[in-house]
């Protein structure tokens, strides 16, 4: 029996009404959800949503394709960008965003955090548990290159697991240890690395399990694909990290 799976967003979805200028629908089919959004000239998220999510600023992240009309976004840290028909993107929570012009704006996201977007009950980062938002400072950090924030967050014993036959495979122990093998993955790919979190999961205890899709360019070829790692803490330092693969034979491949 096939494991296929068909939904009708229209049909099937879920309806979500802004306050003024659109709407939502939100739909599954099997292991995707999708979050299609259509905003009307004059939306407003801190005029049409704010008043239905009860936040200051949007606390959904956001990964989508903005399939027409053009909109504004502005981060809580004052930075802006424009998205345009095409644009493919990825917004951390904690941002404003209208509609710019007279055209509409429609645009679909398939973050796991869709489901909670223009929802009462949505949760925000800030009721998160302490370790992820350990996990999720990390990660930035990593991308930032900044590794003294990497190293207030792992344990001076902690030790990381890479599975696989490349040379990058093994296990690290000790912090420094750990800082030595991002700065090769930095060396590898001439500084042409990055890791970004899907979602992170935890069981409210010592463990956090981070999906992240990774990144790389070396010898002139690009690859993308996904991974986790299995984080345990103690103290709020991170003790043990587990990496898994979602394609380890090509990852050996590419670091051989």
Known sequence: MTDARISNLERDGESRQFAAHGHAELGSAGGLTLLRGVFEPGWRWSNDVKPIAGTDTCQTRHLGYLIRGTM??????????????????????????????????????????????????????????????????????????DMDTLRSILARDAVQHVPGNSQLAGAYKGVDAILAYYAKLGELTNGQFSADLVDVHSDGTAHVNALYQSTATRNGATRVTRGSILFTFLGGKATDLLELHADLPGDDEFFA
Do not use: C, I
Request: overall charge negative.
């Open 72 to 145: 504004q976004v502005r981060m809580d840290d004052g930075t802006e960008m424009t998205m345009r028909a095409g644009d493919l993107f990825d917004l951390p929570a904690g941002h404003d965003a209208w509609v710019v012009g007279d055209e509409p704006a429609e645009m679909v996201d398939y973050s796991p955090e869709a489901t909670r977007y223009a929802r009462k009950d949505g949760q925000s980062q800030a009721q998160q548990d302490e370790n992820m938002a350990q996990v999720r400072r990390g990660f930035e950090a990593f991308n930032a290159r």
